[in-house]
Nanobody, 118 residues
Framework: QVQLVESGGGLVQAGGSLRLSCAASGRTDSTFAMGWFRQTPGKERELVAVISWSGANTHYADSVKGRFAISRGNAKNTVYLQMNSLKPEDTAVYYC???????????WGQGTQVTVSS
């Protein structure tokens, strides 16, 4: 079992910055690709950014390219999302995600609310 806990969300003005953190616990000895998704009411959960276990490969949604940066901690059981130049349309619940390299079901955190005021 793997548990994911997000933190760092909050209220920020447009143009501001936030840094989200995700801490993994449990059976984290195996390798995981990790990422961030977000969801607003009435919409499907959408990919924001993903990062490989090694950190060598990343992918970003077009809407956040150049503004957000995903990274992993040295222990590889943490993942961060640095969000700069935030826009009101970035308002959503942000979820941490982990995908075992061996395959199987994804793991999800409970989410953290990000609200960007205009």
């Amino acid at each position: 079992q793997v548990q994911l806990v997000e933190s760092g969300g909050g209220l920020v003005q447009a143009g501001g910055s936030l840094r989200l953190s995700c801490a993994a616990s449990g059976r984290t000895d195996s390798t995981f690709a990790m990422g961030w998704f977000r969801q607003t009411p009435g919409k499907e959960r959408e990919l924001v950014a993903v990062i490989s276990w090694s950190g060598a490969n990343t992918h970003y949604a077009d809407s956040v390219k150049g503004r957000f940066a995903i990274s992993r901690g040295n222990a590889k059981n943490t993942v961060y999302l640095q969000m700069n130049s935030l826009k009101p349309e970035d308002t959503a619940v942000y979820y941490c995600n982990a995908v075992p390299a061996e395959g199987g079901a994804d793991y999800w955190g409970q989410g953290t609310q990000v609200t960007v005021s205009s």
